[in-house]
């Protein structure tokens, strides 16, 4: 099967019927709306790939993926139909890895925040460098935490600690994701990708019905809190609208403190 010739994703074999995805981008591989297209619907294509047992996914040079790029992030507040068109990807991506029937593996080499946060917990197992630096920044960028958080999180570790972490933005390593579940395991740097190669291995030579239906079975958990993640894409969306994402973009391309209006009819 043929793909696309992407702009910034580069497709390779490291193993018999495990395709490698890598984003590449700059240095930190942060998401135009190419990119952020081409995630979205990449996914229905390995699914119909009888290439392609298992998937392993990653970033270029030290960092993962800083999500949206401030560029994009512009037109997102000043553009009413593009804010659409984005609404539409992020539905999709989530919904289009939740329905992959292929086993997904993230390796987290580096940061990883909006977007490509979600790229990497939408994965079945996701495996993060010690040093990698995972945030789901949406509140510091003053909209609600949109792409995957509310559906993933509460699973993952805990509706407590999905509540701090989203509504606070605070990052954290790849051993206190690790601990508290949000990742499947935390390596030395140096280990991440490999570790993550190996896994996909292992599912790829294991018995692909098997673990496909295995994979869908556990995704109905996610797809049961799909009204919640409709909920926050929406509000994510409609706050874009906001003065306070004009502020948060603002003060992070100025690199200083947001000053949000502390008064607010909502």
């Not at 993926?65 to 560029?71: I, N, P, Y």
């Not at 068109?85 to 919904?95: E, G, H, I």
């Not at 925040?113 to 079945?124: C, N």
């Amino acid at each position: 099967m043929s793909y696309p010739e992407y702009e910034s994703l580069r497709l390779d074999w490291p193993s018999e019927r495990v395709l490698r995805i890598t984003l590449e981008r700059g240095k930190m591989n942060a998401m135009d709306f190419q990119l952020h297209h081409d995630l979205a619907h990449i996914w229905s294509l390995i699914d119909k790939d009888p290439a392609v047992n298992a998937v392993v996914v990653t970033g270029a040079g030290r960092a993962f993926s800083a999500g949206g790029d401030f560029e994009m992030i512009e037109d997102i507040i000043a553009d009413h139909d593009f804010r659409c068109k984005m609404w539409k990807d992020a539905r999709v991506m989530v919904d289009s890895m939740l329905n992959c029937s292929k086993p997904i593996v993230s390796a987290i080499n580096g940061a990883a925040a909006g977007g490509g946060l979600a790229l990497a917990l939408l994965a079945d197992i996701s495996v993060a460098a010690e040093s990698a630096k995972l945030v789901d920044g949406h509140t510091v960028l003053g909209v609600a935490a949109d792409d995957h958080g509310v559906a993933v999180w509460p699973l993952l570790t805990s509706l407590a600690k999905a509540k701090y972490y989203l509504m606070t933005s605070e990052p954290i390593d790849g051993r206190e994701a690790e601990r508290i579940g949000l990742v499947s395991f935390c390596t030395p740097d140096d280990e991440c990708v490999t570790r993550a190669l190996a896994i996909a291995d292992r599912l790829a030579k294991g018995p692909p019905a098997a673990v496909r239906w295995t994979k869908l079975s556990l995704n109905n958990w996610m797809k049961n809190a799909w009204p919640s993640f409709e909920a926050s894409l929406a509000f994510g969306i409609l706050g874009f609208t906001s003065p306070e994402a004009r502020e948060g973009l603002d003060a992070l391309k100025e690199r200083r403190t947001p000053s949000f209006n502390p008064q607010s009819y909502v």
